[in-house]
C-alpha cells in the first residue's frame, strides 16, 4: 500500500480539484475547498497551514483525514499515546488502518521493532512490504522462525520491495535459502520474461553463473539462433538458463517447432533442465490451444511444472475434452486452484461425463453456492429447481439510512463529489468488509442513489445470495442502450452485461490505454467506425456524448459479432482483446463448447471478462421478464475458425490497442 503522501500526488493537480469543488453547484459543500487546500498542505508538509484549517472541517465526515495528517507530520515529536488515542478514536475504520501503516513504516525507519510487531498485529491482509518489516522485527529480538516463514516470499517473479533486502540477506546467510533456490527463482522470473529482475538476482555471481542482459535480449529477439545445435553454448549455468529461456520464447511463437529443436539438443542439458524444457513447452502447446498438448504433458515429471503450468495442463485436457486427463490435471493442481469453483465445477462435469453421477451432482452443489459464472452453470446442470431467480431481498430504507450512518460510507461519498474517486474507492471498500447481506445491498443502494453504479455493482456482488437483482443489475441509461441494440439488433440483455462490465455504466470512465465512455470505446476504433458510417467528427464518441459512445460501440459489437459467426461468446471475447485474438482461440476443425472456450482463453484478463459478459447478459434477461434465460444456452458452441471468418477480420481494428476495449495481460 503507499502512504497518504503518495496517494494525495497520485490524483489530479490541486488546483483543478479546488476549482471543480468550488464549481460544483449544488454537490458541492463548504468543507470541500478547506479540505482540499488542507490535503494540499499535507502534501507540502506544511503542518502550521494545515492546523489553521482544521477547525473549518471539525464534526465533518472528513475531518478524520485532517487530523490523521496532522499526526503523520509529527511522528517524530509526538508521543505515542497521541497516535494511539486516535488509533483507538477511528477503531475500524480506513483513515485509522492507513495512519497505523504509516506509524509501521517510520517506526521501522528508527528501527522500533516493537511499535511494527505491535501494530502489524492489527493489519488485515498486510502486503508484501508489511509483512517484510514484521519479518525484520522478528529477527532483531531473535525470533529464527521468522526464516522459515518468509522464505516463500523469495520466490516471487516481480521485484519484491526493499524492505525485503534485509529478509533475503539473512535467508542466504543461515541457509534457509540457498543457491538452488536463487536458481529455482530465476528460472520462475525468466518464464514470466522478467529479464532485469533476472540479471539482478544473478549480479553478485561469477561469471559463470551471472545472467548477460545482452544474451537474454539476443534469447528473446532470435532463438532459434541461440539453439542452432552449431552455436548452443551450455557449459555454464548461466549459459544454460539463457539457452531454456530462448527455448521458452521460442516455444511462444510456434511450439511444434520448438518441440523438433528441443528434440536435437535436449540431450546436452542436466535432467532437471530436461524437465522444465519440456514443461515449458508443454505450456506454450497449451496456452496455443494446440490438441498435441495433452500428449506433451505426459512426458513432464509431475514434481516439475510450476502452479501456473499445472493449470495450463488442466486447460490443455479440457479443451480437448480428455476427461481422463482432465481429472488428473486438477488433481494435480494446488489445492487453492483445486478448490476453486471454475475447477470443481470441471471436476463436476469430468465426473459426469465419466459417468459418475452422484458424484458430479455432489460437487455441482457445492458449485451451485457460488453467485457468479460457474455456480450459474452449476445450478443449470442441477435443473430448473436450482436455476430459478433468487427472492427480491433488496434493502428497506431503514437499511439504507443505517448505512448512510456508517462514517466510512459518508467518507467515500464525500470524497467522491469532490473528484477523489481513487480515495473514495478504497474508503468505500474498506468500509463493506465484512458487512452482512442485508448491508451489503444497503450500501449498494446507498450508491446508486449517489450516482456511483460501479460501487453499486461492485458492493451487490459481494452478497453471499444472488438476491436484488435490480442492484446488481442496474439500467441506468436504458434507453441509448435499448436504441443502440435495436439499431443493430443486438439482444439487449447481453448490451446491458457487456456495458456493466466494461464501465459499470460510469460515462466517465477512462482506461489507462485511451478507452473511453459506457461502451469504452479506442479511439482508433471510433476512427474507423466513423469512416464506416460516413461521419466527419468521431470525437463524441470518446468524449462527452454518451449518446455517441452508444451507437459507435453497439456498431462494433454488431460487427465482431457477425464476424465471429453469430457466437456472442466469440464476440464478446473480440471486443475485449481483439478480433484477431479471438479467431485464434477459435478451434480450427471443429464447434467447441461455449464454456469450454470461456476457460481457456489464455489471457486472463479476458477469460475473467466474457465469463462475466455472459453471466451478466443472463441477469439482465431474467430482469426483464425472462425466467427460462439460460446461461448454458446463451454459451451455445463456438464455431470452429475458417478462412471465409479469417478473410472477415481483414480492416478491422488491429489486436489489442485498437480493439473496443484496454489490451488484456496474459
Known amino acids: 500500500m503507499t502512504s497518504f503522501r503518495v496517494i494525495a500526488r497520485a490524483v489530479l493537480p490541486m488546483v483543478a480539484l479546488v476549482a471543480a469543488a468550488a464549481g460544483g453547484g449544488e454537490r458541492a459543500c463548504a468543507q470541500d475547498v478547506p479540505f482540499l ?21 471539525r464534526g465533518t465526515p472528513l475531518a478524520a483525514y485532517v487530523e490523521g495528517w496532522q499526526l503523520r507530520l509529527r511522528f517524530g515529536e509526538l508521543p505515542d499515546d497521541a497516535v494511539r488515542a486516535y488509533l483507538e478514536r477511528y477503531s475500524g475504520q480506513y483513515p485509522a488502518h492507513r495512519l497505523r501503516i504509516d506509524w509501521i513504516r517510520s517506526s521501522a525507519r528508527n528501527l522500533r521493532w516493537d511499535v511494527v510487531e505491535n501494530e502489524l498485529a492489527r493489519i488485515p491482509d498486510p502486503d508484501t512490504e508489511l509483512r517484510c518489516l514484521g519479518w525484520q522485527a522478528r529477527l532483531a529480538r531473535g525470533d529464527r522462525t521468522a526464516l522459515a516463514d518468509a522464505r516463500p516470499a523469495w520466490f516471487a517473479t516481480r521485484e519484491q520491495p526493499e524492505a ?25 522470473v525468466l518464464d514470466v520474461d522478467n529479464a532485469a529482475l533476472a540479471v539482478a538476482l544473478t549480479a553478485k555471481g561469477d561469471a559463470g553463473r551471472r545472467l548477460e542482459r545482452k544474451a537474454l535480449d539476443a534469447a528473446a529477439r532470435d532463438p532459434q539462433r541461440v539453439l542452432d545445435p552449431r552455436r548452443l ?99 494435480a493442481l494446488p489445492a487453492d486452484e483445486r478448490d476453486s469453483v471454475a475447477w470443481q465445477y470441471w471436476r463436476a462435469r469430468a465426473a459426469a461425463a465419466r459417468g459418475r453421477r452422484a458424484d458430479a451432482d455432489a460437487l455441482f452443489m457445492k458449485v451451485a453456492q457460488d453467485t457468479g459464472f460457474h455456480g450459474q452453470l452449476a445450478r443449470e446442470a442441477l435443473g430448473p429447481a436450482l436455476s430459478a431467480p433468487a427472492p427480491d431481498g433488496c434493502p428497506s430504507e431503514a ?43 444497503a450500501a449498494a443502494e446507498l450508491a446508486r442513489r449517489d450516482g456511483w453504479y460501479e460501487r453499486t455493482i461492485a458492493t ?70 466513423a469512416r464506416r458510417l460516413g461521419v466527419a467528427d468521431w470525437r463524441g464518441a470518446v468524449g462527452d456524448s454518451v449518446a455517441d459512445n452508444v451507437a459507435f460501440g453497439t456498431y462494433y459489437l454488431r460487427t465482431v459479432l457477425d464476424r465471429s459467426d453469430g457466437s456472442p461468446v466469440a464476440a464478446s471475447a473480440a471486443y475485449n482483446a481483439g478480433p484477431g485474438r479471438a479467431l485464434q482461440w477459435r478451434h480450427p476443425d471443429r464447434a467447441i463448447e461455449g464454456a469450454v472456450f470461456v476457460d481457456t482463453i489464455p489471457f486472463a484478463e479476458t477469460r475473467d471478462y466474457v465469463r462475466k459478459v455472459m453471466a451478466n447478459a443472463t441477469g439482465y434477461a ?14 451455445g458452441q463456438v464455431p470452429p475458425r475458417s478462412a471465409a471468418a479469417l478473410a472477415s477480420t481483414a480492416g478491422l481494428p488491429l489486436d489489442p490497442a485498437d480493439g473496443a476495449a484496454a489490451p488484456p495481460t496474459p
Open 460 to 529: 451487490a456482488d459481494r452478497a453471499q445470495v444472488a438476491a436484488c437483482p435490480a442492484l446488481r443489475f442496474p439500467t441506468p441509461y436504458r434507453d441509448l442502450i435499448a436504441t443502440g441494440a435495436r439499431d443493430h439488433g443486438l439482444d439487449e440483455a447481453w448490451v446491458l452485461g457487456l456495458v456493466r462490465q466494461e464501465s459499470r455504466f460510469m460515462a466517465v470512465a477512462r482506461s489507462g490505454v485511451g478507452a473511453s465512455g459506457l461502451m469504452q470505446v479506442m479511439p482508433a476504433t471510433a476512427r474507423w467506425i
Open 233 to 331: 553454448r551450455v557449459a555454464t549455468r548461466a549459459e544454460r538458463e539463457t539457452a531454456l529461456y530462448a527455448l521458452g520464447r521460442l516455444a511462444a511463437r510456434d511450439p511444434l517447432l520448438a518441440v523438433e529443436q528441443w528434440a536435437r539438443i535436449a540431450s546436452r542439458f542436466v535432467a532437471d533442465d530436461r524437465a522444465w524444457g519440456q514443461a515449458v513447452i508443454a505450456t506454450a502447446a497449451s496456452r496455443r490451444h494446440l490438441p498435441q498438448a495433452v500428449a506433451l504433458w505426459r512426458d513432464v515429471d509431475d514434481s516439475v511444472p510450476t502452479p501456473a503450468q499445472r493449470v495450463w495442463r488442466a486447460r490443455a485436457a479440457l479443451r480437448e475434452a480428455d476427461w481422463p486427463a482432465l481429472e488428473t490435471a486438477i488433481a
Open 37 to 57: 487546500a488542507a490535503r494540499e498542505a499535507f502534501v507540502r508538509g506544511d503542518a502550521a497551514r494545515l492546523d489553521s484549517l482544521e477547525p473549518a472541517l
Open 399 to 441: 437499511d439504507v439510512a443505517a448505512a448512510a450512518a456508517l462514517p466510512g460510507l459518508a467518507r467515500a461519498l464525500a470524497l467522491y463529489r469532490i473528484g477523489l474517486r481513487y480515495e473514495g474507492n478504497l474508503e468505500w471498500h474498506w468500509s463493506i468488509r465484512g458487512l452482512d447481506d442485508r448491508m451489503l445491498f
Open 164 to 188: 525485503c533486502a534485509p529478509v533475503f540477506d539473512a535467508l542466504f546467510a543461515s541457509g534457509t535459502t540457498t543457491e538452488a533456490d536463487r536458481w529455482q527463482r530465476v528460472r520462475l
Open 622 to 635: 431474467r430482469l426483464a421478464g425472462r425466467p427460462a434465460d439460460r446461461l448454458t444456452d446463451r454459451l
